[in-house]
């Protein structure tokens, strides 16, 4: 079968190929993508012969130094005209059980297709002038490409087993491409989800990075689903996959916690890129398994699950070897999860609107996001009567919030200014005149303005540089007490 791969640095590849005496094919990535009608600038070219050698034939053709050569692997890299290309020769591979880096040796076309994880990536595709857009596919790729089937070429539990990242890789392929896992193949994953965290063969960087490419795909929920069912999910993030089973009242939410997270993240995949915005959307409920209770009249609870899920996540982020960067960030949105909820109802002050908006700060449109994605429920009356309230919850916060310059919110009297006018020295009572000014402002006795807050502190101040004296007394005192 043939398919025209019309591109040009292709063509002047193969013609370079053919007046050089080498046979070349562009395989992988490239070649499956071509077929499913997606562009795709990362192209591997399979060389028979010396990889690096032609590599460095193409390098000086286009007049681009090599960006890189790995010899162990024969391998070379080239970035030209927005297309990164990597040669390699073709070679066959042999794995230690304790690594899944390859004894590699020089091999032939069919030899080299059989060593890659899927079929749909066992595909080469001719360049040279007598073979220009000729599909080898002696294991049926094209065919699973059409079918939507992710299978291996050789013996899965073979395939698994020398490299367990193409575990990972089944399930982000399945996800982004919406296809199915071949029955073979995912019971050879279940059988060794294992050998992902055995003896260190996997970098946990490489777990995540295939997991963070799952949760950035249109549909989250159908990847996140394969790795729970599959049991990888137990090896990988045991915190989420303790989400399955546990009930929870209906009243906004899917009934089982796992199942109502993997529509929030959906929910909330159909409106942002932000990949830390979709992990805090997987991990808002995470410590509703360890917070559970029955209580007669009520049904399930989870009191305090957002601020233990929020405390939380530096152990998962430091297992995980996520970005500590983004920490933070994850944390504020699960400890902020439920915080909008009762501004929905009736008879809420402006104050409380302007705490909130304080506290959210830059994360406030986020944090709205990802409440507005919690709502789960499957009677749309009770769905449609939450959003029009939360529609009305929403207009009031931002506009409390620019109104009242509450983005980076704190006392415009800075501590130097209060040590000063007060006569104090650092300590824990400039934070708490500091607190007081910060408080009048969010109860809309005075405005977040500088002179404003400069004024009420002259006002205050008198009588809470009494109320510390009166303290200090009391506690010396005290302690003369105890003494005698």
């Known amino acids: 079968m043939r398919l025209d791969p019309d591109n040009i640095i292709l063509k002047k590849i193969g013609k370079a190929a053919d007046e050089s005496g080498f046979r070349i094919y562009v395989v992988g990535g490239y070649v499956r993508d071509l077929i499913l009608g997606i562009r795709d600038n990362d192209i591997d070219i399979m060389v028979l012969g010396d990889g690096i050698k032609f590599a460095e034939l193409i390098s000086e053709k286009f007049n681009r130094p090599l960006d890189a050569v790995y010899k162990n692997f024969a391998t070379a890299l080239l970035n030209t005209d927005g297309y990164k290309i990597e040669f390699a020769s073709a070679r066959k591979e042999s794995y230690s059980r304790n690594s899944r880096k390859p004894e590699v040796e020089s091999a032939g076309l069919i030899e080299d297709l059989s060593r890659r994880d899927f079929t749909i990536n066992a595909i080469a595709l001719g360049l040279n002038e007598d073979n220009y857009g000729m599909l080898t596919d002696n294991f049926n790729g094209y065919r699973d490409i059409q079918d939507k089937i992710i299978r291996t070429p050789l013996d899965p539990l073979k395939t698994f087993e020398d490299d367990p990242l193409r575990i990972m890789r089944a399930v982000r392929f399945a996800a982004k491409l919406n296809f199915t896992i071949d029955e073979n193949a995912f019971d050879a994953i279940k059988k060794m989800k294992n050998r992902l965290t055995e003896d260190k063969v996997v970098s946990q960087e490489r777990i995540t990075n295939e997991f963070l490419q799952i949760l950035m795909t249109d549909k989250p929920s159908a990847g996140l689903d394969l790795l729970f069912r599959s049991g990888v999910m137990d090896v990988i993030f045991p915190e989420i996959s303790a989400l399955a089973g546990v009930e929870q009242r209906k009243e906004y939410h899917h009934k089982d916690v796992f199942y109502h997270t993997l529509i929030v993240v959906d929910n909330i995949s159909m409106k942002t890129e932000n990949l830390w915005l979709r992990f805090a959307a997987l991990v808002h409920d995470i410590a509703k398994p360890l917070t559970k209770k029955f209580i007669d009249g009520t049904g399930w609870t989870f009191h305090g699950h957002e601020e233990l899920g929020a405390r939380m996540m530096k152990k998962i982020f430091i297992r995980m070897k996520l970005p500590m960067n983004r920490l933070e960030y994850v944390e504020k949105l699960v400890r902020m999860h439920l915080r909008p909820i009762p501004l929905a109802k009736e008879n809420v002050t402006d104050s409380a609107f302007r705490r909130l908006a ?29 959003m029009n309230n939360y529609a009305l919850v929403e207009k009031m916060v931002m506009e409390v919030q620019a109104k009242d310059e509450l983005r980076n919110f704190q006392s415009p009297v800075r501590g130097n200014e209060i040590m000063e006018i007060c006569g104090l020295k650092e300590g824990r009572e400039v934070g708490i005149i500091k607190s007081k000014i910060e408080e009048a402002i969010l109860e809309g006795e005075i405005k977040n303005d500088y002179e404003e807050a400069k004024k009420y502190l002259l006002d205050i101040k008198d009588e809470m540089l009494s109320s510390f004296a009166k303290n200090k007394s009391k506690q010396t005192a005290k302690i003369k007490s105890s003494r005698s």
């Open 358 to 386: 304080a506290e959210a700060g830059n994360e406030l449109e986020d944090l709205l996001m990802l409440c507005r994605a919690d709502i789960t429920s499957k009677n749309p009356d009770k769905v449609n009567r939450f």
